[in-house]
């Protein structure tokens, strides 16, 4: 599986942004997916995740009510829509899967497949 974010960019706060995660692979409608994200100096933390139908979401208190995980697996590409955004958002963000990936797998070191992240700047 190979993924590929994007949709990154600067914006100021209380702005929007859509990331999109595009992947190519057969097998990609049968996993969950998940964002991470990383900022300068930080370790990688998980953001959201969807289950393979998507039927199931999962966020990371931090965005809860601001950010929605969605998918189109006809498209084989996963979304997320980023509302209200505060400059602590700002970072790398990055979509990954991997066989072992249920909607609630926060860990990084449990995906397998990364994309190569997009940069969200949040200006105050």
């Known amino acids: 599986v190979q993924l590929q974010a994007s949709g990154g960019g600067l914006v100021q706060a209380g702005g929007s942004l859509r990331l999109s995660c595009a992947a190519s692979?057969?097998?990609?409608?049968?996993?969950?997916v998940g964002w991470f994200r990383q900022a300068p100096g930080k370790e990688r933390e998980f953001v959201a995740a969807?289950?393979?139908?998507?039927?199931?979401?999962y966020y990371a208190d931090s965005v809860k009510g601001r950010f929605t995980i969605s998918r189109d697996n006809a498209k084989n590409t996963v979304y997320l829509q980023m509302n209200s955004l505060k400059p602590e958002d700002t970072a790398v963000y990055y979509c990954?899967?991997?066989?072992?990936?249920?909607?609630?797998?926060?860990?990084?070191?449990?995906?397998?497949?990364w994309g190569q992240g997009t940069l969200v700047t949040v200006s105050s």
């Open positions: 692979g057969r097998t990609f409608s049968s996993y969950a």
């Open positions: 990954a899967t991997g066989e072992r990936v249920v909607v609630v797998t926060t860990t990084p070191l449990q995906y397998d497949y």
């Open positions: 969807i289950s393979w139908g998507g039927g199931s979401t």
